[in-house]
C-alpha cells in the first residue's frame, strides 16, 4: 500500500507522462498555479485524471507567530477547488516578517509561542482551504536562536496540537541532523507512528554544512532513513522523490524510486519480524 513518486516538473514532464507506469503518484508545487490561466489549470486537471496528484505549498509560512497571509490561503484554496488533489501541504517554517518577503523557508525559533502560532495559522489553513495540510520539517543551516525545544520535540507539540500529519523530509532531517549532531534515527522513533504521512527523499552537498539543494541523488544515508520510517510508521507512506535541477536521464530518476520502493519493503519487513 505504500506508494513512490516524483516531484512535477516542466523539464521531466514528457518523461513522467512516459513512464507513470512506475511512478505511483505525483507532487505538484501549488504557488505556481496561484495565479495560473484557465489553460494551465486544464493542464493540471489533465494530469489528476492520470495519476494520483498532491498539491505542496512553500509561500505560507504557517510556523510563525504572525497570521498567515489571507490572500494567500485564498489562492490555495482556490487551486485545491479547482484541481481536487488527493492531498496539500506546507512547509514548518516563515518566510516574511514585518511585511517583509525573505525570499527562502527559515525556521523559527522552536518556543512555545511558535508552536501556538503555527497551530492558529493551521487552524486558519483549514478554515479557508476546507482540509488540514500536511505539515513539513525543513532544513536550516543555522541553529534557530531563542529555541526553547529542540526539533522533535518542538514538530511532535505542532502535531498534537494541530491533529495535522506530518511530510517528513528525509534529507531535512540528515542535513540538520548531520549540521547540529543529532541522531535522526531516534528522531524518527520518538516520532509519533501513526502520524508520519508522507516522506520527502532529496540530495544535497557540502558547503562546509550540508546543503539541502534538490539538485543531487539520494545519499545512502537518505535511503536508511527511509527505511526506518517504514520500519517505525504504521500507516501506508507516500514517498516524493524531489529534483528541481540538474535532472538525470529518466531511467536514472526510475532507478530511485525503485531503490525507495526497496527501502520501503525492507522497513515493512523488519516492522513484521519485530512483532513475531
Given at each position: 500500500?505504500d ?20 511512478i505511483?503518484?505525483v ?19 489533465t494530469?489528476?485524471?492520470q ?32 484541481v ?17 518577503e ?15 502560532g ?32 529542540d526539533e ?7 502535531l498534537?496540537?494541530?491533529?495535522c ?11 540538520n ?25 532529496a ?23 527511509l ?25 536514472e ?24
Open positions: 500500500m506508494r513512490v513518486g516524483l516531484g512535477w516538473r516542466p523539464e521531466i514532464a514528457s518523461g513522467i507522462f512516459a513512464r507513470l507506469d512506475r505511483d503518484v507532487e505538484v508545487m501549488a504557488d505556481d498555479y496561484f495565479d495560473a490561466s484557465a489553460r494551465e489549470v486544464r493542464a493540471l486537471r494530469l489528476v485524471s495519476v494520483p496528484v498532491q498539491l505542496h505549498g512553500v509561500s505560507l509560512g504557517l510556523a510563525s507567530t504572525s497570521k498567515v497571509d489571507e490572500r494567500r490561503l485564498k489562492k490555495m484554496a482556490r487551486v485545491l477547488d479547482a481536487r488533489p488527493e492531498s496539500w501541504s506546507e512547509h514548518l517554517a516563515f518566510v516574511r516578517g514585518g511585511g517583509v525573505i525570499g527562502h523557508l527559515a525556521a523559527p525559533p522552536r518556543t512555545r509561542s511558535t508552536i501556538d503555527a497551530a492558529s495559522n493551521l487552524v486558519r489553513a483549514t478554515r479557508v482551504t476546507g482540509s488540514r495540510p500536511l505539515v513539513e520539517n525543513i532544513a536550516t543551516l543555522i541553529d534557530p536562536p531563542g529555541s526553547e525545544l522533535g520535540e518542538w514538530i511532535r507539540d505542532i498534537h496540537a494541530t491533529n500529519d506530518l511530510l517528513l523530509d528525509l534529507h531535512n532531517l540528515h542535513a541532523a548531520v549540521n547540529f549532531g543529532f541522531d535522526a534515527r531516534e528522531f524518527i522513533d520518538r516520532l509519533p507512528a501513526d502520524r508520519i504521512g508522507a516522506v520527502h527523499l540530495g544535497g552537498k557540502w558547503i562546509g554544512r550540508l546543503l539541502d539543494d534538490h539538485l543531487h541523488d539520494v545519499p545512502d544515508e537518505v535511503y536508511a532513513l527505511e526506518r520510517t517504514a520500519e517505525h510508521s504504521n500507516r501506508p507512506l507516500t514517498v516524493i522523490l524531489e529534483r528541481d535541477g540538474n535532472f538525470p536521464p529518466m531511467n530518476l526510475l532507478a530511485q524510486l525503485d531503490r525507495a520502493r526497496e527501502a520501503l519493503k525492507a522497513g515493512r519487513r523488519a516492522r513484521e519480524l519485530a512483532r513475531v
